[in-house]
């Protein structure tokens, strides 16, 4: 069974540019939600994929976008840059039913590390 | 608005000692809260969850309750050792009409001492 992967590991980028990262979720998982994770903080939910569609986004700007993909696999895209963009993203999947909580819980990559300058 | 806290920012323990973490959460329709481990440059480590309707799991040296009147979360760790040296966070799991989604609270920094 293969774990969450993301890729690449880190990326540095300039303000104004766009910006593609990439995840492969867990075996037997459906679901993948992303995460942004500021230094010294928490994660904070971006958006939720299920059925290659958006199911759920928290208090991201449009600008912050993604796919999935048949295979289950997603990508989050950022455009226009901004030096607040630096952080961690974070891939995590699950499998999901519609009803009640993730069977099994989330599975988290180790991450994107995204700096903007 | 959503939330979910912590009470210490960083915790420092005698390698053997017992740990305890605590949380304290605010959506009372949260059904299923989680605990994750995360070292230097590395994803959150899943190490223990609890669904709503239990007040208590118990699970290799590590044991999280669940006080639901209070809104209350902790994590104990038993026998702590070096390599539980990490940052700690409890997560609430919140259902929204479609899917899920987890609310983080800022971590707790676990320093254990040798």
Redesign the interface.
């Known amino acids: 069974e293969t774990g ?1 992967t993301q890729s690449p590991t880190h990326l540095i980028k300039t303000r104004g540019q766009q910006v593609t990262l990439r995840c492969s979720s867990q075996s037997g998982h459906n ?1 993948v ?1 992303w ?1 942004q994770q500021a230094l ?6 971006i958006f ?1 994929y ?1 059925r290659e569609e958006e ?2 986004r ?1 208090n991201f700007p449009p600008r912050f976008s993604g796919l999935q993909f048949p295979n289950y696999s997603s990508e989050l895209n950022v455009n226009a840059l901004e030096l607040d963009d630096s952080a961690l993203y ?1 891939c ?1 999947s ?1 499998l ?1 039913w ?1 009803t ?3 069977n099994y ?7 994107t ?1 995204l700096t903007v300058v | 608005g959503e939330s979910v806290g912590l009470h210490l920012p960083t915790l420092s323990v005698q390698e053997g000692d017992n740990s305890i973490i605590n949380c304290a959460y605010s959506n009372s329709a949260s059904d299923y809260f989680i605990w994750y481990k995360q070292e230097s440059g590395k994803g959150p480590q899943f190490i223990i969850d609890i669904r709503s309707n239990m007040d208590k799991r118990q699970g290799q040296r590590v044991t999280v309750l669940l006080n639901k009147t209070v809104k209350h979360l902790s994590l104990q760790i038993a026998a702590t050792q070096p390599g539980d040296s990490a940052v700690y966070f409890c997560a609430e799991n919140i259902k929204r009409e479609y899917g899920n989604k987890l609310v983080f609270g800022a971590g707790t920094i676990l320093r254990v001492k040798s």
Do not use: I, K, M
């Not at chain 1, 819980?105 to 991450?111: E, L």
């Open positions: 969450v679901t939600s995460y010294g903080q928490g994660p904070q939910f939720q299920y199911n759920g928290g974070l995590a699950s999901e519609g009640g909580p993730p819980g989330y599975t988290f990559g180790s991450g590390r």
